[in-house]
């Protein structure tokens, strides 16, 4: 047991409020903590106590930003979607862009996110947890899809008032898109592994999906007006 009186020894950690900082730097020290023990220990494994005891930080702490473990889990998927995904996708600079140019930058964003090891990782765990934890699923589908696809749809509103996208639902038009550009890499997280996910050249899976979202795969003469 170190002799507190030792000058030489290291204080001990303080539990209580996360350390000097804004705000949102004590909440993203919390969620900084809580990928690690989500990462190490899986969602059923986890605790509030354990993620409490990583960042250095009492349960009530955790309790007055998040309801529960659920609750602290969405807010780990939603800082990973904010740090790159919805800022790339609301900045004004997209509209600036030719379409096919604004539809790349954004599957490559997308893509980049699904390839990250702690998005893959946390994929993993809620696809493997949401038959026990419901309510951890749905959390995670309004955190990540609904919110990307609705960022997607209101660029796309944006394109048809210019005339430059015609599609008569631009919410199913969005829905679509991410489905071309997410699924084949939710397929190599589901069922193959990391080898399976880098020899897919996402580039050239990015443009093929673009390629087929804005031209579909009928002869022109065949194509609906």
Known sequence: MPDLNDPSQPPPPRVGRPRRGTESARTATLIEAATRVFLREGYGRSSIDKVASEAGVSTRTIYERFKNKADLLNGVISHLVDRDITTVLAESELE?????????????TIAARVRDPDSAALFRIVVTEAQRFPELADK???????????????????????????VDDADAAASMFMQLIVGELHDCLLFGNAAAMARLDCATHVKRAVDLFLYGAAPRGNRPA
């Open 96 to 108: 600036s862009l030719e379409l096919r140019q604004a539809l790349t930058v954004i599957g490559e």
């Open 140 to 166: 995670m589908r309004l955190s990540t899809k609904v919110r990307v696809d609705d960022l997607v749809a209101r660029f796309f509103h944006g394109q048809i008032k210019r005339g430059t996208l015609v």
